[in-house]
């Protein structure tokens, strides 16, 4: 059974970066768009960013700038980070799996991250 | 973009009670739509996707139907485990999520 497990800091100060990790057990990396979503405490879902096996990622462009997903497929593993942050990035960050049909059928467990002074 | 909304915020409900979801695209998304349930402190689980299939081990009281614009999801006969927070979600980038509705225990 294919899981995600994710891992990274949970506090950060404004103008730090923020780093996680999601790896993946039990499964390849395959034909997935390996996706970063976001969820501010009491509020919905935002994708921040999708990377396939390739290396090839794609960003929302409302993060301008701020977001490098990377992969490491001898690990079965990809990463976010995102630069310059603030209180409003404090959220719930999860990994995902994303399929070719457009949806996500597996999902990491979410870190809280929190950024405060 | 692609915008979605869903109806009602919240849904108050007895279980047993049939529950109705409502999502609106603004403009036409095909079949390409899912949903999602996601219970306090979880991730999101998948239920639905291409508006009407039932992902992996989910009860035969979950439907999906519609296609266009607009897509409903139907929980036949609540569990009190269904008592949860609905997404709506498309494929397009980067709106792809819909606000929710949450069904709650009347």
């Known amino acids: 059974q294919v899981q995600l497990q994710q891992w990274g800091a949970g506090l950060l100060k404004p103008s730090e970066t923020l780093s996680l990790t999601c790896a993946v057990y039990?499964?390849?990396?395959?034909?997935?768009?390996w996706t970063w979503i976001r969820q501010p405490p009491g509020k919905g879902l935002e994708c921040i960013g999708e990377?396939?096996?390739?290396?090839?990622?794609n960003y929302n462009p409302s993060l301008k700038g701020r977001v490098t997903i990377s992969v490491d497929t001898s690990k079965n593993q990809f990463s976010l980070r995102l630069s310059s942050v603030t209180a409003a990035d404090t959220a719930v960050y999860y990994c995902?799996?994303?399929?070719?049909?457009?949806?996500?059928?597996?999902w990491g467990r979410g870190t809280l991250v929190t950024v405060s002074s | 973009d692609i915008v979605l909304t869903q109806s009602p915020a919240t849904l108050s409900l007895s279980p047993g009670e049939r529950a109705t979801l409502s999502c609106r695209a603004s403009?036409?998304?095909?079949?390409?739509l899912a949903w999602y349930q996601q219970k306090p402190g979880q991730a999101p689980r998948l239920l639905i996707y291409d508006a009407s299939n039932r992902a992996t081990d989910i009860p035969a009281r979950f439907s999906g139907s519609g296609s266009g614009t607009d897509f409903t999801l139907t929980i036949s006969s609540l569990e009190p485990e269904d008592f949860a927070v609905y997404f709506c979600q498309q494929p397009n980038k980067w709106t792809r999520f819909g606000p929710g509705t949450k069904v709650e225990i009347k």
């Open positions: 990377i396939n096996h390739s290396g090839n990622s």
């Open positions: 039990g499964g390849s990396f395959g034909d997935y768009y």
């Open positions: 403009q036409s998304i095909s079949s390409s």
């Open positions: 995902a799996r994303g399929r070719v049909s457009g949806d996500f059928d597996l």
